[in-house]
């Protein structure tokens, strides 16, 4: 294979590798939107369970409002990325998770990749599942880890649950934000006058239980949101930069196309030449040598004393 052909077949290669980083720079960025236009109405609707809990808890006992903190240990749910290219997103977020662990504490992580690399570094995983790649994943996901998480706790392992995980900030790096879940916190109208106390429908400890599942899924749907979102903007920083050194890559290597064919037609023309010249003189060696044998033979068929035969002499002007 020639130099030429070498570079082309590389630049085949490169271009096939920048339209991959191009289709993926441009699906983390659709999923950056899209992830960010839903947490303002998941965040309202945390809001609205927050506000239906404090009302809830004005027809509870006084001693049923207060935090609770039960003989289990605590859990930390770290947020981390499913897929790869993401720069330092996982590490950074592993690296604060274990700054807050206490030795009896338990680490559940949301994320193949920060999973493997927690495993990498030795560090002991309670439970960990596969985090959504996309808004539309993120409920199912987080039913799995609230399952898991009411379960732990009906059988008295688990007393406090917080969460970690990243928030995108444009222009900046990735805020790492930790946010305790449950218990909950005391009633914030507690020190307010009391007011009208809610109609509902339900017996109000049953209706307590449910208002604080749907908020601690709507805390955690959005914790989950804001990770993706934190998530495919480094994937897409990661993608932009790659794009770029790809780029830069491709113009050295048609720099070098451009170069190594022009090196081509000048060795080709070069080899024209010289075989013209050949030929030249090939042609000319074998005139002067027929020219040399026709002599020859004029001279032997000559009889003896003749005159030899040469070729008349143009005569002098008068």
């Given at each position: 294979?020639?130099?030429?052909?070498?570079?082309?077949?590389h630049?085949?290669g490169?271009?096939?590798?920048?339209?991959?980083m191009?289709?993926?720079?441009?699906l983390?960025?659709?999923?950056v939107q899209?992830?960010q236009?839903a947490?303002?109405?998941?965040?309202?609707?945390a809001?609205?369970?927050?506000?239906?809990i404090?009302?809830?808890?004005?027809?509870?006992?006084?001693?049923?409002a207060?935090?609770?903190?039960g003989?289990g240990?605590r859990v930390?749910?770290l947020?981390?990325?499913e897929?790869?290219?993401?720069?330092?997103?996982?590490?950074?977020?592993?690296?604060?998770?274990?700054?807050?662990?206490e030795?009896t504490?338990?680490?559940f992580?949301?994320g193949?990749?920060?999973?493997?690399?927690?495993?990498e570094?030795g560090?002991?995983?309670?439970?960990?599942m596969?985090m959504?790649?996309?808004?539309?994943?993120?409920?199912?996901?987080?039913?799995?880890?609230?399952n898991?998480?009411?379960a732990?706790?009906?059988?008295?392992?688990?007393?406090?649950?917080?969460?970690?995980f990243?928030?995108y900030?444009?222009?900046?790096?990735?805020a790492?934000?930790?946010?305790?879940l449950?218990?909950?916190?005391?009633p914030?109208?507690?020190?307010?006058?009391?007011?009208q106390?809610?109609?509902?429908?339900?017996?109000?400890r049953?209706?307590?239980?449910?208002l604080?599942?749907?908020?601690?899924?709507a805390?955690?749907?959005?914790?989950?949101?804001?990770?993706?979102?934190?998530?495919?903007?480094?994937?897409?920083?990661?993608?932009e930069?790659a794009?770029?050194?790809?780029e830069?890559?491709?113009?050295?290597?048609?720099k070098?196309?451009?170069?190594a064919r022009?090196?081509?037609i000048?060795?080709?023309?070069?080899?024209?030449?010289t075989?013209?010249?050949?030929?030249?003189?090939?042609h000319?060696?074998?005139?002067?040598?027929?020219s040399?044998?026709?002599?020859?033979h004029?001279?032997?068929?000559?009889?003896?004393?003749?005159?030899?035969?040469?070729?008349?002499?143009?005569?002098?002007?008068?």
């Open positions: 294979m020639t130099r030429l052909a070498q570079i082309q077949s630049l085949a490169m271009g096939e590798l920048r339209d991959i191009g289709a993926m720079r441009s983390a960025g659709v999923r899209e992830s236009h947490l303002p109405g998941i965040r309202r609707y809001q609205s369970m927050a506000d239906a404090d009302g809830v808890l004005l027809l509870m006992p006084v001693d049923v207060a935090p609770r903190h003989p240990c930390l749910v947020c981390t990325s897929h790869g290219f993401v720069g330092g997103f996982n590490e950074h977020l592993l690296e604060a998770g274990i700054a807050a662990l030795p504490d338990l680490l992580m949301l193949s990749r920060g999973a493997a690399l927690a495993f570094r560090r002991a995983i309670a439970w960990s596969p959504a790649t996309r808004l539309s994943g993120a409920p199912d996901a987080i039913n799995r880890l609230t898991e998480l009411y732990r706790i009906a059988r008295g392992e688990v007393a406090r649950v917080e969460v970690m990243g928030r900030r444009q222009g900046a790096a990735t790492i934000e930790r946010h305790p449950l218990p909950l916190d005391a914030r109208r507690a020190a307010a006058p009391a007011p106390a809610p109609l509902h429908n339900l017996a109000p049953p209706l307590l239980e449910k604080i599942a749907e908020y601690v899924f805390r955690l749907m959005e914790a989950a949101v804001e990770s993706i979102v934190s998530e495919n903007a480094a994937r897409f920083a990661a993608m930069s794009h770029d050194n790809v830069k890559k491709l113009a050295g290597l048609q070098d196309a451009r170069q022009q090196t081509e000048t060795s080709e023309l070069l080899d024209l030449i075989g013209a010249e050949a030929l030249t003189k090939k000319g060696a074998a005139e002067s040598g027929l040399c044998q026709g002599e020859s004029a001279r032997q068929t000559q009889p003896p004393g003749a005159t030899p035969i040469s070729a008349p002499r143009q005569s002098a002007a008068p």
